[in-house]
């Protein structure tokens, strides 16, 4: 990859909110539905080999808020989406595994509700619940049911106020535990960090 394609700090302070907000809205529906005992990779997407926050998984999936980003840089997302798809969560929804537990599948159904209720271009955007229930059938046989089980819960709980987070101080605390807020401020600074030390960006604070 040139220097050329590489995400400013702009783009990667972007998804590192993003990331941070996908994260604290996948925990308020988890601890809601107490779900994910057995993931070890929470808080959701920050910790561990493969999460979204290291950068094989920063240097594309940033690129997409780049103007036309989903379009022009689409091979260094997928590569960035492929790296990050090694997660304990991942490997037990994207494809059939038959040691995937009914905990792990709740997961996963959760996970992708989440991902088409965000602003996620690459998947077309936000979409509304009963756009998402259209969505649902479009999936392989194996996942419906799972979804559908997972789409009547959560609309039933409702979302959390995440819509036009912008900053890292702005994620609620509402819905999730003290321990698990603090760990995705935590985690998302700490890659703030290591990004500056490791890839020579700067940062602006304030965040």
């Given amino acids: 990859m040139n220097e050329s394609t590489l995400p400013t700090e702009q783009e990667i302070m ?38 979204k926050l290291e950068w094989p998984a920063v240097k594309g999936l940033a690129l997409q808020f780049r103007k036309n980003g989903s379009s022009d840089f689409q091979q260094q997302i997928v590569e960035s989406l492929k790296y990050h798809r090694q997660q304990f ?8 595994c038959p040691s995937a537990t009914e905990d792990a599948l709740k997961l996963g159904a959760v996970d992708a509700i989440c991902s088409l209720l965000e602003p996620r271009e690459y998947q077309g955007g936000c979409h509304s619940w009963k756009e998402i ?26 979302g959390p106020a995440i ?45």
């Fill in 14 to 51: 972007q998804w590192i909110v993003h990331t941070a907000t996908h994260s604290y809205h996948i925990e308020y529906f988890l601890q809601k539905l107490q779900i994910g005992a057995e993931d070890p990779d929470r808080p959701h997407d920050l910790v561990h080999q493969g999460n």
């Fill in 89 to 96: 969560h991942h490997q037990m929804w994207n494809q059939y």
């Fill in 133 to 158: 229930s259209k969505i649902i059938g479009d999936n392989p046989p194996s996942k419906v049911g799972w979804l559908r089980w997972m789409y009547s819960e959560m609309k039933q709980i409702g």
């Fill in 163 to 207: 819509k036009g987070i912008t900053k890292l101080s702005e994620i609620p605390k509402q819905g999730i535990t003290a321990e698990t807020h603090d760990a995705i401020l935590g985690r998302a600074h700490g890659a703030l960090n290591e990004l500056e030390l490791r890839q020579g960006y700067r940062f602006s604070t304030g965040v």
